[in-house]
């Protein structure tokens, strides 16, 4: 299945340094590093769930941090009285995610364009001022979460539990994506977002597959909201602020759009800069904000597709290279 | 033979301008119809009618037995009445047999598969390469669309209206912007599928119209003047006088 790609070799680095940072943040005893990189795991999974309808379905939503808020506000207000379950709060997450998803998106599917943008903006800005007026679970201060999710065999109370599994949640979305997007499913949805007027020319009812790719993307950015919820052990309207909707756009733009791998790495470099930069300088948005606009404006499909882009000219020259000495004999 | 396809008293008015004037037309089961006439004379209009994108004021449209008039174009693709586009509306970053997959897709009824590959699916990809192969195109097969010259995009488009059998195939000028070997191929193509399939032709390219068409009708300001074989065309004063002037034709 893997070829001999530059691509491969980088999604297996990738991979394998994921997996070694629990050693790491042990052996050189910092423990903030397994915290910023379980940050950085929980927002490539809310990307990557962007992903799937920015991306590939061309469905451009700039309030997708409300499913994130969404699913950390499930946890919280589910903790608040006594329900620490973690199959409860999933289950919870789950079906508020998909319930407001298939509501909003019903509404918001039947525009497209900027207007689809304001739409979803507004959508999730009607949330965020009902949890700030929500005064019994927190209100403008936002909800202190008392006790973490208990999954039975493993609570989420400890770092290197909700480290993994936010490790194991975003491989099994990319493996996931992977297949879908190439799937009857993938195929119509991708369809849609190059040519929606001949898919439905060609008989395709593509309402009901974009709804059916929003819902499925809530679904999953909710997911990310219940661990976020666990990782800061505390949940507020920010959490679904409309910045946090534009940062989760910026990292899958600058990963690559319609790229299986590159949301996760649009989260890791922005991230990773954010915090390099904040280091170095209190005026680290001027520097980001000039390199975020190099890389869009040189990268057809961002930083990953620079790998894609270097694989595909290497395959050529290969081939070209197989005809020439196919020819000489 | 039995009849395909019955146009009877269609009337379309934009504005002030009669598109389509209580035009009747029936073509029978097999037939390659050719329309031909002047720009303006309403003959996309008459395809954006018959494929339903666009709605008549007046009239009826009989396909294939029964009253389609009030169907929305995807209802009528899926009972086989099947166009091409004038202007080339492919998937441009999908591959020639991804293209013609997924219009095979579109006819086999839902696409929610979530898990295997659309291109794993032999029930999808057998009858596409079959089509591409009718069109022409078997060559080009794994390249992306937006590696293929104008001309191969036509026969993309023919491969993607053949991958579904359809009983009829409107075609809104498949030679438009062809180079002559191009259009010729298309020619050979079309020739290679008469009889199997009943065909409503739009061309301007004369040469094609008289070579391939059982009868053509001669269109002008939204009324048929003359419908006959080429020969009767050919041969009829009023089309010359409407259509192609004094000159006689040059063929």
């Known amino acids: 299945m893997m070829r001999n790609t530059l691509t491969a070799w980088f999604v297996a680095l990738v991979v394998l340094m994921l997996l070694a940072v629990p050693a790491y943040a042990r052996l050189a005893n910092e423990p903030f590093a397994l915290t910023f990189v379980s940050r950085i795991l929980v927002f490539a999974l809310a990307a990557v769930s962007l992903n799937l309808i920015l991306g590939y379905g061309g469905m451009v939503s700039f309030g997708h941090a409300l499913y994130m808020g969404l699913g950390a506000y499930v946890v919280g207000i589910l903790a608040q009285h006594g329900v620490s379950n973690g199959w409860v709060q999933l289950a919870a997450t789950m079906a508020t995610c998909a319930l407001v998803g298939l509501l909003t998106g019903a509404i918001s599917l039947r525009t497209s364009g900027i207007a689809f943008i304001m739409i979803t903006l507004a959508f999730a800005q009607m949330f965020y001022y009902l949890f700030v007026s929500l005064k019994q679970y927190g209100g403008d201060d936002g909800l202190s979460i008392p006790a973490r999710s208990e999954f039975g065999l493993f609570s989420l109370a400890s770092p290197l539990a909700l480290y993994f599994t936010a490790l194991a949640l975003v491989l099994l979305s990319l493996a996931l994506t992977r297949r879908l997007v190439v799937a009857r499913f993938g195929m119509v949805l991708q369809g849609c977002r190059i040519n929606e007027r001949r898919m439905n020319a060609m008989g395709f009812p593509t309402f009901r597959y974009k709804l059916t790719a929003y819902v499925l993307s809530s679904m999953l950015c909710g997911l990310s909201g219940l661990l976020y919820a666990n990782l800061t052990g505390f949940t507020s309207p920010a959490y679904l602020a409309w910045t946090l909707s534009g940062e989760l756009i910026v990292m899958v733009v600058l990963g690559g759009m319609a790229t299986v791998f590159g949301p996760l790495v649009g989260a890791i470099t922005l991230l990773v800069s954010e915090e390099i930069l904040k280091a170095l300088t209190d005026h680290w948005m001027a520097v980001l904000g000039p390199l975020i606009v190099l890389v869009v404006l040189t990268a057809r499909r961002g930083l990953y597709g620079y790998l894609l882009d270097i694989d595909a000219w290497r395959a050529r020259r290969q081939r070209a290279a197989a005809n020439a000495t196919g020819e000489q004999p | ?251």
């Open chain 2, 1 to 251: 033979m039995t009849c395909m396809l019955q146009i009877r008293q269609l009337s379309k008015r934009y504005g002030g301008l009669l598109a389509t004037d209580q035009l009747s037309l029936s073509l029978a089961s097999g037939e390659l119809h050719a329309i031909i006439g002047p720009n303006g004379a309403g003959k996309t209009t008459l395809i954006g009618q018959l494929s339903g994108e666009v709605a008549p004021d007046s009239g009826a449209i009989e396909f294939d037995g029964q009253d389609i008039t009030a169907l929305l174009p995807a209802q009528r693709a899926l009972r086989g009445l099947a166009r091409s586009y004038q202007i080339t509306s492919v998937f441009p970053e999908f591959s020639v047999l991804e293209n013609v997959t997924l219009a095979m897709q579109a006819h086999r009824g839902h696409s929610f598969g979530f898990w295997t590959p659309m291109l794993a699916q032999p029930a999808l990809v057998e009858p596409a390469v079959r089509a591409i192969a009718q069109a022409g195109l078997s060559e080009r097969c794994t390249s992306k669309v937006s590696e293929l010259a104008h001309g191969e995009r036509r026969q993309l488009e023919l491969a993607m209206v053949l991958v579904a059998e359809p009983k009829l195939l409107l075609l809104d000028e498949p030679m438009a912007g062809m180079s002559h070997q191009e259009s010729g191929n298309v020619v050979r193509t079309l020739q290679g599928l008469k009889g199997r399939y009943t065909m409503l032709l739009v061309e301007h390219d004369m040469d094609a119209v008289f070579a391939l068409a059982d009868r053509i009708s001669v269109m002008v300001y939204g009324r048929i003047i003359a419908s006959g074989t080429p020969d009767d065309i050919r041969n009829n004063e009023e089309v010359k006088i409407a259509y192609l002037g004094e000159e006689a034709l040059p063929l």
